[in-house]
C-alpha cells in the first residue's frame, strides 16, 4: 500500500527478504524496531495464558491444558494476522467471551463445556461468512452507536464483577436475604486478591511494561508464601492439549431450543463484531496506515483472519480468540508492519512450555487483573448519552443485565428490545433499521418463550 501520512519518499519497490514481504522499509521500520515492538505487544498480553484458565477451569477442565491451548492457538493465529493482513496486531482469548462462556453458557445456562465451545465455533463461521459476502460492516452499521458501546461496557463490568466473586470479595449471603453481599476480608485468599489489586493497579498506573503479567507472578509468589497458593505434588514440564477438538455443535440447540440457541450464538457474534472492528480500526489508524479515504487496505483479509479466529479457539477449547487492544503498545514502540505479529505469535508458541505452571497461580491472582481489565472496558461508558432517554436508557439494561444475570445475550437482548420499543411510542419508525426489527422481534419472542409454553401446555 501507498503511505498517506507525510513521511520521506518511500524507496523503489522490489525489496526482497523480510523487507520486501513485509513492506518494511516503505513503512519507515526495521526488523530491529518490529522485534521490539512484538516483544512488548507480546509482554502487555501474556497474561492471558493464565488468565483464560482461571475463568474456564471454573467449567472443569484442566488449567494445564487450557494455558497450553490458550498459548497455540494465540501463537498460530498472531502469526496468521501478520503473515497474511500484515498489520501489527496480535489475537489471543478474547477476555470476557470467555467469562461468558464458562460463568453463562456452561454454569447458568447448563451447557457441557464442549457445548459452549460449539457455539463460539458457529458464531465464528458465521462471522466469517459474512466477511466473505461483504456483509459484516451492513450488520454493525445496524445497531445503534450507543448499544455498541454498552455491550462493551456491560461485558467490562461482567469480567470486574467476576474479578471480586473469584478473588472473594463478593459472595452469596448464607442466610439469604440480598443476592450478593461484599465479604470483608477475614481470609488469607481475599488479603491475597487486595494485596495482588495493589500491585496490578501500581505496576500499570506507572506504565511498567508487561504489569498485568508481572502482577499475576508477584501475586502468586505472596500466595505460596501466604499459603494459598501451592506447588502441585504432580507438576509436569510436559505441555497437555487434552481441549483441542473438544467442541459440540448440537448442544446449545438441545438444551435451550432453537429459538434460544439462536439468539444466543446471535449475542456472542455480535460481540466479537464490535469488538473486533474497534480494535482493528484504533490499531491501524495509531500506525498511520489508514488510507486517505479513511478505508483500511486489506480489511477483508483482517477481519477475516480475526473472525475465523475465533471458531478456530472454540474447536480448540479456548474459547474465542480476536484482536488485542493491547497491540497499541507493540505500534507505539514503532511496530508498523505484521511482522510485529509474527514475533508475538514465535513467543506465544514458546510460553507454551510455562502452561503447567498454570496450576500453581491462584484466582486469586488473576482476579485483580479482571478487575484493572473490566474498569478499562467500562470507560466506553463516557461515550453514551444518558441524558438521552432513547439512546440512554437501552444501553443502561444492555450494561445492568449482562453481569447481572451473567448472561451477554440477555443484556444484549433487552437493550436491542428497549431500543425499539421507545422509538415506536415516539413515532420514529425511520430511526429503526430493517435488520434491527428483525431482532428486537427475535429477542422478543426469545423473552416470551416461557410464557408461550406455559400457554401451549396448557
Known amino acids: ?90 489475537m489471543a482469548a478474547g477476555l470476557g467471551i470467555n467469562a461468558a462462556v464458562a460463568f453463562g453458557l456452561v454454569l447458568t445456562d447448563g451447557l457441557t463445556p464442549a457445548g459452549a465451545m460449539g457455539v463460539i465455533v458457529i458464531e465464528g463461521l458465521v462471522v466469517a461468512a459474512l466477511v466473505l459476502v461483504g456483509l459484516r460492516e451492513a450488520i454493525m452499521n445496524a445497531v445503534p452507536l450507543s448499544l455498541k458501546r454498552a455491550i462493551g461496557v456491560g461485558i467490562g463490568l461482567f469480567i470486574l464483577f467476576i474479578g471480586f466473586v473469584n478473588g472473594g470479595l463478593i459472595g452469596s449471603p448464607e442466610g439469604g436475604g440480598t443476592p450478593v453481599e461484599f465479604i470483608f476480608p477475614n481470609s488469607s485468599g481475599a488479603w491475597l486478591t487486595l494485596i495482588g489489586l495493589l500491585i496490578t493497579v501500581l505496576l500499570y498506573a506507572r506504565k511498567v511494561p508487561g504489569a498485568l503479567v508481572i502482577s499475576i507472578i508477584a501475586t502468586t509468589i505472596v500466595g505460596l508464601i501466604m499459603g494459598v497458593a501451592s506447588v502441585p505434588d504432580t507438576l509436569t514440564a510436559t505441555p497437555s492439549f487434552d481441549t483441542l477438538g473438544e467442541f459440540d455443535l448440537g448442544n446449545v440447540f438441545t438444551q435451550l431450543g432453537f429459538v434460544a440457541a439462536l439468539l444466543t450464538i ?27 479515504d479513511g478505508s483500511i487496505d486489506k480489511i477483508g483479509t483482517l477481519l477475516f483472519v480475526d473472525s475465523i479466529g475465533a471458531a478456530i479457539g472454540g474447536a480448540a477449547g479456548v474459547s474465542s480468540n480476536t484482536s488485542y487492544i493491547e497491540s497499541s503498545a507493540g505500534v507505539a514502540e514503532g511496530g508498523r508492519t505484521g511482522l510485529t505479529s509474527v514475533v508475538v505469535g514465535v513467543l506465544f508458541l514458546l510460553a507454551i512450555f510455562l502452561a503447567p505452571l498454570a496450576g500453581i497461580v491462584p484466582p486469586q491472582a488473576t482476579a485483580p487483573v479482571l478487575i484493572l481489565v473490566g474498569f478499562l472496558m467500562a470507560s466506553l461508558i463516557k461515550g453514551i448519552d444518558f441524558t438521552d432517554l432513547e439512546e440512554g436508557f437501552p444501553a443502561l439494561l444492555a450494561i445492568v443485565l449482562m453481569p447481572l444475570t451473567f448472561s451477554i445475550t440477555v443484556g444484549i437482548g433487552a437493550g436491542f428490545v428497549m431500543y425499539t420499543l421507545i422509538k415506536v411510542v415516539k413515532g420514529k419508525f425511520d430511526e429503526i433499521h430493517p435488520l434491527l426489527w428483525v431482532v428486537a422481534i427475535a429477542f422478543l419472542v426469545y423473552f416470551g418463550q416461557a410464557v408461550l409454553g406455559s400457554a401451549i401446555s396448557a
Do not use: C, H, W
Open 1 to 90: 500500500m501507498t503511505d498517506t501520512v507525510q513521511r520521506p519518499p518511500a524507496p523503489p519497490q522490489g525489496g526482497s527478504g523480510l523487507d520486501g514481504y513485509f513492506k518494511l522499509t516503505e513503512r519507515g521500520t526495521t526488523v530491529g524496531i518490529e522485534v521490539r515492538a512484538g516483544v512488548t505487544t507480546f509482554l502487555v498480553m501474556a497474561y492471558i495464558i493464565f488468565v483464560n484458565p482461571s475463568i474456564l477451569s471454573a467449567t472443569g477442565l484442566d488449567p494445564g491444558a487450557l494455558a497450553a491451548g490458550t498459548a497455540l492457538i494465540a501463537g498460530l493465529l498472531s502469526i496468521a494476522m501478520g503473515v497474511f493482513a500484515n498489520y501489527p496486531l496480535a
Open 266 to 292: 446471535f449475542s456472542f457474534m455480535l460481540t466479537d463484531f464490535f469488538d473486533t472492528m474497534g480494535t482493528a480500526t484504533a490499531i491501524v489508524e495509531q500506525a498511520d496506515l489508514v488510507e486517505e
